[in-house]
């Protein structure tokens, strides 16, 4: 008897996606990007501009240091690397800021 098997894939859920501009890019095939999230403040209802680094892979080692990227959500591919680099949004001026 033949069988007819159909394989349907589990879609998987939606990864979490962020923008943000690389700070850093000393390490292999790593780059360091921060994201600003702005939020009223829940009681001074004031807008507060957080930020959070965020380690992403970078494969190619394209991404340089000022440039806006989108990174997404992926397994752990280290003990701090949970993210990778999707695209390059804008290219930055490549001179690095002082740190303030």
């Not at 680094?53 to 280290?78: N, Q």
Request: charged residues 40%; positive net charge; without cysteine.
């Amino acid at each position: 008897m033949a069988e007819t098997v159909k394989t349907t894939e589990t879609p998987r859920g939606n990864r979490k996606q962020r923008t943000g501009e690389v700070i850093s890019n000393k390490m292999a095939k790593t780059i360091v990007v921060r994201v600003e999230r702005r939020f009223p403040h829940p009681r001074f209802k004031k807008v507060v501009t957080a930020y959070k680094k965020f380690y992403a892979h970078d494969e190619k080692s394209e991404a340089k240091v000022g440039d806006r990227v989108r990174i997404e959500e992926t397994r752990p591919l280290s003990r701090t690397k949970r993210w990778r680099l999707m695209e390059i949004v804008d290219r930055g001026s490549g001179v690095e800021r002082p740190a303030a």
